[in-house]
């Protein structure tokens, strides 16, 4: 039963995922993903009480499984992989809106840091050894606010732009950010790297 | 029915609203902080509002026109940014904005969300999109004109999204900061995107 539960969860999920190359999310109704995957209407609302809870378990199925970022471990790579990922949204906008969007809402239950934020809060602390507690978290916060799908989307709803002018502008942030930090006379030792995309990532020893 | 409204905190950027918009508006506002946004009833909102359900519908046609005239009241009223002078004031102006979310976090919520129903709703047109809510990108215009067209750009892009609820959400979910802790963040992350890049010494 509970193994039932779960497929039908997931059936649903991926229904409404393939829905979303048609039509926009809100015009995806309940009983058209009963049918899809064969369930009463009444059992997709049992696993999702309201559209918000459907926004985030979609979110999370394009976020995990569609379209996950490349993991990385410095801050080039960061720069590179959030970079591939913001070309990616300009290819399903849709998908990356409700990543946004699924961000954006009050959460529908307890929040907790994502993959994409531990991420981040690493490279910080690899790129800023020695730097206190609280300069770690601004850097982080500020890396993370232009990694979010919720940049990409704000770039390309009220200022008209495409992924690639979004990733630059997470690079100068990214250069700006950890420069503010590093002791004076220090030199990046990855922000130099190319600002335009690479497929394969560099790999970096770990320390 | 059209007068206009001025009740509220007038700046440039307010929109002027007809008394049942205000009314409608001011009733869906109440009922969001009490509620959460999902699923308010438009007839909940026209008893409140003390309009007809039939007026409400005539005013705003879908949930969509309504969340968007009520993000971009909440924006210039509740949210409302003090006029600057200076694009090198923003930090501070970031500052009080992050703590005005903070203070009102299901409107920072509907004001995060709401401009994002454009981006995979094509259908909704010109009316979702979001009105200008800060000064941010006329102050980078006109104070940073000599910069290049490129800087000008990143510059409007990075503070424009750090003066936003976007960013309080991110800081607020994602880094599990205080309001306080979010206020000087996002406020700390404008002021380094406005220094100057070594390889830019003329600028200011």
Same mark, same amino acid.
């Given at each position: ?7 039908? +969860?997931?059936?649903? !999920? ?8 048609e039509?926009?999310?809100d ?15 009444r ?16 979110a999370? +199925?394009?976020?995990t499984?569609?379209?996950? &970022? ?18 990616? &949204? ?15 809402v ?9 993959? !994409? ?22 850097a ?26 979004a ?10 950010v ?7 006379g ?22 | ?7 509220a ?12 918009? =205000?009314?409608v ?5 109440? !009922?969001?902080?009490e509620?959460?946004t999902?699923?308010?009833p ?60 903070s ?8 004001a995060?969300?709401?401009? !994002? ?9 010109d ?10 990108? +006329?102050l ?12 000008q750009?990143? =510059?409007?892009?990075? =503070? ?24 000087d963040?996002a ?6 995107? =406005? +220094? ?9």
């Open positions: 039963m509970v193994q039932e539960t779960r497929d039908t +969860r997931s059936a649903v !999920l991926a229904a409404a995922c393939t829905l979303l190359d039509v926009p999310f015009d995806i109704s309940y009983r058209v993903l009963g049918d899809t995957v064969g369930v009463a209407e059992t997709v609302f049992r696993h999702f009480p309201t559209r918000a809870h459907l926004l985030t378990g979609v999370q +199925r394009i976020d499984l569609e379209m996950p &970022f490349a993991p990385f471990r410095t801050a080039a790579e960061f720069r590179a992989s959030t970079r591939q990922r913001f070309l990616a &949204f300009d290819t399903a906008p849709r998908k990356a809106g409700v990543l946004a969007r699924s961000a954006a009050s959460p529908v239950s307890a929040p907790e840091p994502d993959f !994409l934020t531990h991420a981040v809060v690493a490279v910080v602390e690899h790129e800023l050894p020695g730097a206190n507690r609280r300069d770690l978290r601004r982080a916060g500020a890396l993370r606010t232009f990694a979010a799908p919720l940049f990409w989307a704000h770039a390309r709803t009220s200022l008209g732009m495409d992924g690639a002018a990733a630059d502008v997470l690079d100068v942030v990214t250069e700006r950890l420069a503010a930090l590093r002791p004076a220090e030199h990046a030792q990855s922000s130099s790297s190319s600002s335009s995309s690479s497929s394969s990532l560099p790999s970096w020893p770990l320390p | 029915m059209s007068t206009p409204a001025g009740a905190a007038a700046t440039e950027l307010t929109p002027v609203l007809t008394r049942t918009q =205000l009314a508006l001011t009733a869906y506002v109440a !009922l969001i902080e509620l959460g999902d699923d308010v438009f007839r909940l909102i026209a008893r409140r509002s003390g309009v007809a359900e039939r007026t409400v519908y005539r005013t705003y046609p879908t949930r969509t026109q309504l969340l968007v005239a009520t993000a971009a009241w909440v924006e210039a009223t509740a949210f409302a940014r003090e006029a600057t002078e200076s694009v090198f004031d923003v930090p501070l102006t970031v500052r009080e904005t992050m703590r005005a979310y203070e009102r976090p299901e409107l920072a919520h509907v995060a969300e709401t401009p !994002l129903r454009a981006v995979s709703d094509a259908a909704a047109g009316e979702a999109l979001p009105a200008e809510t800060t000064h941010v990108p +006329r980078v215009r006109e104070e940073l004109g000599t910069a290049d067209d490129e800087r750009r990143h =510059l409007t892009a990075a =503070l424009t999204h750090l003066d936003s609820p976007a960013t309080w959400v991110v800081l607020r979910q994602e880094l599990q900061m205080e309001p306080r802790d979010i206020a963040a406020a700390w992350a404008a002021e380094v995107v =406005l +220094r100057p890049s070594p390889r830019e010494g003329g600028e200011r």
